[in-house]
């Protein structure tokens, strides 16, 4: 049988606010962990509840030289960018944004969510793009929660929502820029899983509700806290305790190219960076007409 990773560390996710507002739960980047390549940040936004009229997002903001991959699991989100493309994500929606060269994008409460509240929660992960695709031109892959291929274990107690990569036989329909996984298991209580996993990915979990105990160590973790595995193993374990253990498995392999960040611009060298502000302020993104 496959060896199963080992845990390498845990690290809790930090409550800030972003945007307009919102209260974000963040495992990185944070002073613990910078990125993760080729991730280079996790944010789950909320559980948040609002009252009619109180619902905050992120306003006009540029992007440039990654992707951003928004999964709402609560909520409606409109968005609208500087090309002229528009949508609402709904729950189970997943938007798959390459920023490439570099866009404008806005993420705000749908209105009629907005004047009604509820509860927002969701995911946005930022997928660093490899120094060729830096500059390609932006592209959207929306795929609503019907359409992201599903798979359930043969006794019933495992469900996984394939976002990215492959799990139990089913391939996901979103095409990456370099191998990645993004899958969102559900266990049913005292279910485990021995999920393969690629020598080359590096590999974290993320648990939205829920105790795990990962890897053959089995240690108990709870939810909000990032599960980084080893390199040691073709497998990781996933496995819940005695309630559901709803929970994220990311992978990727590591692109080991230079990362110069300033804010929403990520290039490989402080020239690029300066030239994408320069870009930006000269209009060179567009702006989005509201």
Do not use: C
Request: charge should be negative; charged fraction near 20%; aromatic fraction near 8%.
């Amino acid at each position: 049988m496959s060896p199963t990773r080992t845990l390498e560390r845990t690290i809790p996710a930090v409550r800030t606010v972003e945007g307009g507002g919102f209260v974000v739960h963040r495992p990185f980047p944070t002073r613990l962990l910078m990125d993760f390549d080729p991730f280079l940040l996790l944010d789950e936004m909320g559980p948040v509840d609002y009252s009619p009229g109180e619902a905050v997002g992120a306003p006009d903001h540029p992007h440039r030289g990654f992707e951003t991959v928004t999964y709402m699991l609560e909520g409606q989100f409109g968005h609208k960018d500087s090309a002229g493309h528009a949508g609402t994500l709904r729950p189970g929606d997943v938007q798959w944004m390459t920023a490439g060269a570099g866009v404008v994008h806005s993420e705000m409460p749908d209105p009629e969510f907005a004047k009604s509240g509820g509860r927002v929660h969701g995911l946005q992960l930022w997928v660093n793009l490899p120094s060729r695709d830096k500059m390609i031109a932006p592209r959207y892959q929306e795929m609503p929660s019907a359409e992201i291929p599903v798979a359930t274990s043969e006794d019933g107690k495992v469900r996984v929502k394939v976002i990215a990569g492959e799990a139990l036989g089913v391939h996901a329909k979103i095409q990456t820029h370099t191998p990645i996984l993004y899958q969102h298991f559900t266990l049913q209580p005292g279910a485990r899983i021995v999920h393969p996993v690629p020598r080359d990915y590096r590999v974290f979990a993320y648990a939205l509700a829920g105790t795990g105990h990962y890897g053959d160590e089995r240690e108990a973790i709870g939810a909000q806290r990032m599960v980084v595995f080893n390199d040691d193993g073709d497998t990781v374990t996933l496995e819940a305790g005695d309630e559901p253990l709803d929970v994220l498995l990311f992978g990727g392999v590591p692109l080991k190219e230079p990362v110069v960040r300033y804010g929403p611009f990520v290039m490989n060298t402080e020239a690029e960076i300066r030239q994408a502000v320069v870009d930006y302020q000269a209009g060179r993104m567009g702006e989005i007409q509201h």
